[in-house]
């Protein structure tokens, strides 16, 4: 027998810790999206020609920076001193996770203005430009210059895109894997998983929008490759700690057989995985263009991952005080 | 003259788990109501008759390699004078990173700042020549000693060599300062 008591009470940490909620499960699925976003679009660019491109699909990279703010907005309310957020801005920590992301973050929203500025149609440029004028006519010299070399990079402002959303999607994986106190989080997997669930759920986002048939067929197949790399990704990890020590062998018992077994195993493997990928599957074998409901599963299983890997890894922990010791 | 290192030692054979620490702590560093920096654990193991129980007093650890310092993205939390774990709450943002870092689940959010709070090994007393700190001064039993352990005649080297210590989790590999003598 082994009984354990504790005086601490504090909240937050007591029982289980717990100082992380929804806030930060919510901005770690809209970061991933942001990086699907910027990633697909960028390898788009450099794999496609300009024309290749419909009206809907050329717009979805403005929804980008608008996702980060919102993301950013969760992150913020997140804290609890929020008026210090500045502090984030004052000094770059190499060895903090966290520090890396705020600057990543800074970077993503010229790269992915640029993005959406360059795969605006024409026409609609065109009338930004001339609705900008028509209010700040001293504007429009340096307007014209940056919209020239914007149209000028293409292939950089698209490896920028690739490489800073490649960038800000393992940052989300990294945030909680390099947490070495927290056995469920501590997995050098975690990057790879949230980049490929990012990528993933950027295309399924991107497929709600009303896309031509071949973008669609495309942005489907990509998809479909990226689940099935997820699904190994979330194997390998959960193998990981089923052959590591006690500790992250009880922390994946927490996933597969324990209270979070339920949502794990239906909201995320089944509704965001294995159905999706086999639905998607069954309508390219039968020759249907994919419609929305496998992309809308595939996030609802995205977010469902991040906030179950939130939630989980913090019920995971160095066993309280000195019981260890027994 | 080497380096200044405090550490703490906790005797595990004649704490008596009364918690006067954890209130001498609350009182002389306005902890928060309802948060504590230090705390009383008690373990009892084994089957009746053959039983034994353990008593900690616990606290932050003021690890060598802090993980709650390596996190923190604004440099809010720092290794202090004499190797003391801090927190400038001019800087926290109170992202409660630190607090997911940290293995002993030392670390809490003060409700009053929204900052981070912790033990502070009393540094507003070691900073100005208190060579105690508020738990071990106040602690019935003498079970707690704190000092200098770059300096061989500090009472807590002394206690560190002749008696068995452990600390707690080192696989963890943290490097605690904090340690329980056997």
Known sequence: MNEFTTTRHNPLIDPTMHVWHGEVAGYLFLGGVVAGIMVLMGAWLLMRSDEDRSEHLSLVPWTAPILLSIGMLLLWLDLENRFNAFRFYFVFRPLSPMS????????????SLMLAWYTTPDVLRRKALDWIGGRIPTAVGRLQRVDAWILGHRTSIAWVNVLAGAALGVYT????????????????VLGPLFLTSGLSTGAAYMLLYRLEDVERVLLTRVDMGLIVIELALVAIWLIGMATGGELTHEAMTLLVSGPYSPAFWSLVVGFGLVVPLLGDWIEQAQGHVPGRLAAFMVLVGGFALRWIIVYAGQHTGFSEGMAALF | MSEKRYAMAVDTRTCVGCTACVLACKTENAVAEGYSRDWITTAVSGSFPN??????????????????VHVCPTGASYIGPGGIVLVDHDKCTGCKACIAACPYDARFVDPRTGTIDKCTFCVHRVENGVPTTACQDVCPTRSIFFGDINDPDSEISRVLRERDHYVLH?????????????
């Open chain 1, 100 to 111: 890396w992301g705020s600057w990543i973050l800074l970077a993503i929203y010229p790269a």
């Open chain 1, 173 to 188: 994986g990294l945030l909680l894997g390099t947490m070495a106190s927290r056995p469920l989080w501590n997995s050098a």
């Open chain 2, 51 to 68: 039983l034994q129980m353990s008593i900690h007093s616990e606290r932050c650890n003021h690890c060598e390699n802090p993980p709650c």
């Open chain 2, 170 to 182: 080192p696989e963890a590999g943290t490097r605690p300062r904090h340690y329980f003598l056997k």
